[in-house]
């Protein structure tokens, strides 16, 4: 059936409303799936256009909001609608270009993971996202997970002490082939995988990354990768990952000084191995004894932590901060990536930290 001539009408915006206009860009399983309904749940955002190299996709955002209007074109939904934020659900290349083309134009900017290829590229996004000062988001919803914000609330308190050792073991099944127009498959796994377990090794302190060791292990068509990681506070992480598993698991355990532990079963339960403290830090909560659990009433979308990371990210727009996980806060996610394979060049060989490269990377940055 042929589609209708696409007439561009600019939305009128209310005087005194405080909406946010927002694109959408990649109508694909993850932004039907996850993206637009958590969307949906958010006040004061409108969603004013759709865009899809297949019209016939944008167009099924019309089942959702019937105004809103669909492109092929990014740059034509720009120019016809003035969006303040995009929502990118693409393959990398597209949401570096992309975003870079937004960034240019003032737009605010929030892609899925990952934002790009290599830490050259999103260097190049840092840079062009701080001289045109747009918030910049990573949609990594792991870190926003309500299981992981427990955990990380409880490993922040006084009582549970200084996290000490993370230990994560990441299970996939895939991807067991080369993605995006790559060449390397670790490198696929790692962004299309990992990049959620480094993220989240990262972010139990303001400490920078100063030694990474790493080895993989290849089978007929999969592989298992055992990441080393060490920080400049003196805390450790240890990341178990890869394709050689027949289904998707994720553990989690955070040790502390004081000899606590905090362990959390595939992204669901979390066993405190201190009950004072999860009286003390997560209050009156009825679910807790020494474990926690999301309830039978979470909305699927906040526990999977989508909900929270697009609104934080509109957040930082209105009030005019920082994302927490915006493209600056990826730099240690991708150093620690480019060391790894960078080490899978001689594969089954553990490489030598490159802490020069590390360092140079962290004053480039700091050096604006």
Not at 187 to 201: C, G, N, P, V, Y
Request: charged share 20%; aromatic share 8%; glycine share 6%.
């Amino acid at each position: 059936m042929a589609l209708a001539p696409f007439t561009c009408v600019k939305p009128v915006k209310k005087r005194g409303t405080p909406l946010i206009r927002v694109g959408l860009v990649g109508i694909g399983a993850q932004t039907k799936e996850n993206i637009l309904p958590s969307l949906l749940q958010i006040p004061d955002v409108q969603i004013v256009a759709a865009c899809d190299m297949s019209l016939e996709r944008a167009e099924e955002v019309k089942k959702y909001i019937r105004d809103v209007q669909v492109f092929r074109d990014v740059a034509t939904m720009i120019d016809c609608m003035g969006p303040d934020a995009l929502v990118l659900a693409c393959p990398p290349q597209a949401h570096r270009d992309i975003s870079l083309m937004a960034i240019e134009r003032g737009i605010h900017v929030f892609v899925e993971k990952p934002p790009c290829f290599t830490l050259s590229e999103l260097k190049d996004m840092i840079d062009a996202a701080a001289r045109k000062r747009v918030v910049t988001a990573v949609g990594l919803n792991f870190r926003f997970a309500r299981p992981i914000q427990h955990l990380r609330k409880i490993a922040a308190s006084e009582k549970f002490g200084r996290p000490v050792h993370i230990q994560i073991n990441h299970y996939a099944s895939k991807p067991r082939a080369p993605m995006w127009g790559l060449s390397s498959t670790l490198r696929s796994f790692l962004l299309a995988q990992t990049i959620h377990s480094i993220d989240l090794t990262t972010a139990f302190g303001k400490d920078d990354v100063t030694d990474v060791r790493s080895s993989v292990q290849h089978g007929s068509d999969a592989m298992l990768a055992r990441i080393d990681l060490s920080f400049s506070s003196g805390r450790s992480a240890s990341i178990l990952t890869g394709s050689m598993f027949p289904y998707f698991e994720f553990d989690m355990k955070v040790v502390s000084d004081k000899s606590n532990m905090i362990t959390l079963d595939n992204l669901w339960n979390i066993t405190l191995h201190d009950a004072e403290i999860a009286n003390q830090v997560v209050g009156g909560d009825k679910r807790w004894r020494n474990a926690w659990q999301p309830g039978p009433l979470d909305s699927g979308y906040v526990r999977s932590g989508y909900f929270g990371e697009l609104t934080g990210f509109f957040h930082a727009i209105r009030t005019g901060g920082r994302f927490e996980a915006d493209f600056e806060s990826m730099i240690p996610t991708f150093q620690v990536i480019e060391q790894v394979c960078a080490a899978e060049i001689q594969p089954g060989v553990v490489a030598p930290p490159s802490l020069r490269v590390i360092a140079e990377s962290q004053r480039s940055v700091a050096n604006g």
